[in-house]
């Protein structure tokens, strides 16, 4: 796809752009307004719940490009009401990273603010995996497990540092109230000899990366082109060995026998007790029964120069734990 430069003649409805003024420390919405009032954008803002997807949703019949401008939460928000509008094929989304921790963002290869615009000019367009929770889209992860008190508690700073392992992180650390989760996850077979899988127990928490990969490191791109979920089911465990930030980043490094990991184009998880809250991409699902798949190729976006197609190079990332 050839992008067109900010002075092209272009009906304004043509370039939509969905702010939320609220997104991470809220000091860029007019640094972001000026840049797209630059680059030929129409600004809508968000001012209460469900606005983002409804913006979108509205916008994408007649746009071509479609930008989000806040945090993760914003971006699958927008994903969903072009999703909702059945436009995804034909209309570019763009990240403009105005969030805390802004992960999804950082793997595609967009610095911040000014670069995102950039890139939206001159970058490459790259055709993206979306996965499917229920009937809801998400681009980054779907996470399960997370309590809604460490959710509310976890800083800024740590979110930062972290991205979504400092929900996991607060959690383990209030985990004398937490209640593991009875669940069965079925994977089905993978293109590389993976087998399809049944795992049943009880889980602290349930990880599906699209884009996402969880490991010790704030910022882990997994494969997003490859039509495949990353799958991190982290068992209960004794208190004792989880507390450590040491014992965290070791475990999703792979090295505890607490974990197992997966990798598959479609899985289902059942709760054998209550429903699970589950977070895609920051928003939330809850459900006692979630069927995940990917839809490979059906987003197209604009990518920075860091962003790997392949990170693994060709060798893929183990999935089993040592030990």
Same mark, same amino acid.
Request: charged residues 25%; aromatic residues 4%.
């Given at each position: 796809?050839?992008?067109?430069?900010?002075?092209?003649?272009?009906?304004?409805?043509? =370039?939509?752009?969905?702010?939320?003024?609220?997104?991470?420390?809220?000091?860029?919405?007019?640094?972001?307004?000026?840049?797209?009032?630059?680059?030929?954008?129409?600004?809508?803002?968000?001012?209460?719940?469900?606005?983002?997807?409804?913006?979108?949703?509205?916008?994408?019949?007649?746009?071509?490009?479609?930008?989000?401008?806040?945090?993760?939460?914003?971006?699958?928000?927008?994903?969903? &009401?072009?999703?909702?509008?059945?436009?995804?094929?034909? #209309?570019?989304?763009?990240?403009?990273?105005?969030?805390?921790?802004?992960?999804?963002? #950082?793997?595609?290869?967009?610095?911040?603010?000014?670069?995102?615009?950039?890139?939206?000019?001159?970058?490459?367009? =790259?055709?993206?995996?979306?996965?499917?929770?229920?009937?809801?889209?998400?681009?980054?992860?779907?996470?399960? &497990?997370?309590?809604?008190?460490?959710?509310?508690?976890?800083?800024?700073?740590?979110?930062?540092?972290?991205?979504?392992?400092?929900?996991?992180?607060?959690?383990?650390?209030?985990?004398?109230?937490?209640?593991? /989760?009875?669940?069965?996850?079925?994977?089905?077979?993978?293109?590389? &000899?993976?087998?399809?899988?049944?795992?049943?127990?009880?889980?602290?928490?349930?990880?599906?990366?699209?884009?996402?990969?969880?490991?010790?490191? =704030?910022?882990?791109?997994?494969?997003?082109?490859?039509?495949? /979920?990353?799958? #991190?089911?982290?068992?209960?465990?004794?208190?004792?060995?989880?507390?450590?930030?040491?014992?965290?980043?070791?475990?999703?490094?792979?090295?505890?026998?607490?974990?197992?990991? =997966?990798?598959?184009?479609?899985?289902?998880?059942?709760?054998?007790?209550?429903?699970?809250?589950?977070?895609?991409?920051?928003?939330?699902? *809850?459900?006692?029964?979630?069927?995940? *798949?990917?839809?490979?190729?059906?987003?197209?976006?604009?990518?920075?120069?860091?962003?790997?197609?392949?990170?693994?190079?060709?060798?893929?990332?183990?999935?089993?734990?040592? &030990?």
């Amino acid at each position: 796809m050839q992008s067109e430069g900010p002075d092209d003649a272009r009906a304004a409805a043509d =370039r939509v752009l969905v702010c939320n003024p609220v997104s991470g420390s809220g000091d860029h919405v007019d640094t972001v307004t000026a840049l797209a009032e630059q680059h030929g954008f129409e600004i809508r803002r968000t001012e209460e719940a469900g606005d983002a997807t409804r913006l979108a949703r509205e916008a994408a019949p007649d746009a071509d490009l479609v930008a989000a401008a806040g945090g993760d939460g914003t971006l699958n928000a927008v994903v969903n &009401g072009v999703a909702a509008a059945d436009a995804l094929e034909s #209309t570019t989304i763009a990240v403009v990273p105005a969030g805390t921790g802004n992960n999804f963002a #950082t793997n595609v290869g967009i610095r911040g603010i000014e670069h995102a615009f950039s890139v939206i000019e001159e970058g490459r367009r =790259r055709e993206i995996d979306v996965g499917w929770a229920n009937d809801r889209t998400f681009v980054n992860s779907c996470v399960g &497990g997370i309590t809604a008190e460490a959710s509310s508690e976890t800083t800024p700073e740590s979110k930062a540092e972290l991205g979504v392992l400092a929900y996991v992180k607060n959690t383990i650390e209030t985990v004398g109230e937490f209640d593991s /989760l009875p669940l069965r996850v079925e994977t089905a077979a993978g293109p590389n &000899g993976e087998r399809a899988r049944a795992w049943e127990g009880e889980a602290m928490f349930v990880l599906i990366g699209n884009c996402r990969r969880f490991t010790g490191a =704030r910022t882990a791109q997994a494969d997003v082109e490859d039509g495949l /979920l990353e799958v #991190t089911i982290v068992e209960d465990a004794a208190t004792t060995d989880l507390l450590s930030g040491a014992a965290l980043e070791g475990l999703f490094g792979g090295d505890s026998t607490h974990i197992v990991r =997966r990798r598959t184009p479609t899985l289902s998880i059942e709760s054998r007790a209550d429903a699970v809250e589950y977070s895609l991409d920051g928003e939330t699902l *809850e459900t006692e029964r979630l069927r995940l *798949e990917t839809e490979p190729g059906a987003l197209t976006i604009p990518v920075g120069e860091a962003y790997r197609p392949d990170p693994d190079g060709g060798e893929l990332w183990s999935l089993e734990p040592a &030990g």
